[in-house]
């Protein structure tokens, strides 16, 4: 991963000079990134503080807020108006879609998808006059899973790999892997496979992906890939 940090006095020079040759035209952070020799785009209009740690061919669109001390991995898309709050880990290959906000505590594994406006929360019972810092609750999202438009997760319930989401569903429990939910509160109404297609389990509690036609088996409330 490389890092949004940049040596003091070497950043005090590249500024001085900027500011002489383009006096106001170019964003102090868009001249950051310049001289970092990144390896990843960020919209001049996104915020990244200092102490980001960012990884190679990651895109960060308009009006988006990178916050210290947050983890990026590799090939991530974070969308327009998305919050990186410090100490979130993000995995390699995340697309974050627009308007999520993902708080302190949140982790999520390769190849996770966030849909426009889901929601994390990290306060089970937050006052505006209580100082909850320091207990928040965490939320890990397991790789490959998907969670939907409108989506709420109410920290401290993990959601599994490859489970889906549906969109406006209200998360309140530990999502199992492959599970499929929807509702509010959300229910289990079935199983997909890592593509996402529905499975259907016949009597031996195998089940085929219609897309891959990788098998699945169901044991104990328990779906598992079966090896080829």
């Given at each position: 991963m490389?890092?949004?940090s940049?040596?003091?006095p070497?950043?005090?020079?590249i500024l001085l000079?900027?500011r002489?040759?383009?006096?106001?035209?170019?964003?102090?952070?868009?001249?950051?990134?310049?001289?970092?020799?990144?390896?990843?785009?960020?919209?001049?209009?996104?915020?990244?503080?200092?102490?980001?740690?960012?990884?190679?061919?990651?895109?960060?669109w308009?009006?988006?807020?990178?916050?210290p001390?947050c983890r990026?991995?590799?090939?991530?898309?974070?969308?327009?108006n998305?919050?990186i709050?410090?100490?979130?880990i993000?995995?390699?290959?995340?697309?974050?879609q627009n308007?999520?906000?993902v708080?302190e505590?949140?982790i999520?594994?390769d190849?996770?998808?966030l849909?426009?406006?889901?929601?994390?929360?990290n306060?089970?019972n937050?006052?505006s006059?209580v100082?909850r810092?320091?207990?928040?609750?965490?939320?890990?999202v397991?790789?490959g899973?998907?969670?939907?438009?409108?989506?709420?997760i109410?920290?401290?319930?993990?959601i599994g790999?490859?489970?889906?989401?549906?969109a406006g569903?209200?998360?309140?429990?530990t999502i199992?892997d492959?599970?499929?939910?929807?509702?509010?509160?959300a229910?289990?109404i079935?199983w997909?496979?890592?593509?996402g297609?529905?499975?259907?389990f016949?009597?031996?509690?195998?089940a085929?992906?219609?897309?891959?036609?990788q098998?699945?088996?169901?044991?104990?409330?328990?779906?598992?890939?079966?090896?080829k």
């Open positions: 490389k890092t949004t940049c040596p003091k070497m950043l005090f020079f000079a900027f002489d040759i383009y006096p106001g035209q170019i964003p102090v952070n868009h001249l950051l990134l310049i001289f970092m020799k990144k390896k990843f785009y960020a919209h001049s209009s996104a915020i990244i503080d200092e102490g980001a740690e960012i990884g190679e061919d990651v895109k960060i308009h009006f988006s807020h990178i916050m001390n990026i991995g590799d090939k991530c898309n974070i969308g327009q998305v919050v709050s410090p100490g979130v993000l995995g390699s290959n995340v697309k974050i308007n999520v906000s708080y505590g949140v999520c594994d190849d996770v998808f849909g426009p406006s889901m929601v994390f929360t306060v089970i937050p006052r006059a100082n810092r320091g207990q928040y609750l965490n939320t890990h397991g790789k899973a998907s969670i939907g438009a409108n989506a709420t109410i920290c401290g319930h993990d790999a490859y489970a889906m989401v549906g569903a209200v998360v309140t429990k199992p492959y599970a499929l939910v929807v509702g509010n509160p229910k289990q079935g997909v496979s890592e593509y297609h529905r499975l259907h016949d009597v031996r509690n195998i085929i992906c219609p897309e891959t036609r098998q699945y088996q169901l044991e104990n409330n328990i779906v598992k890939k079966i090896s």
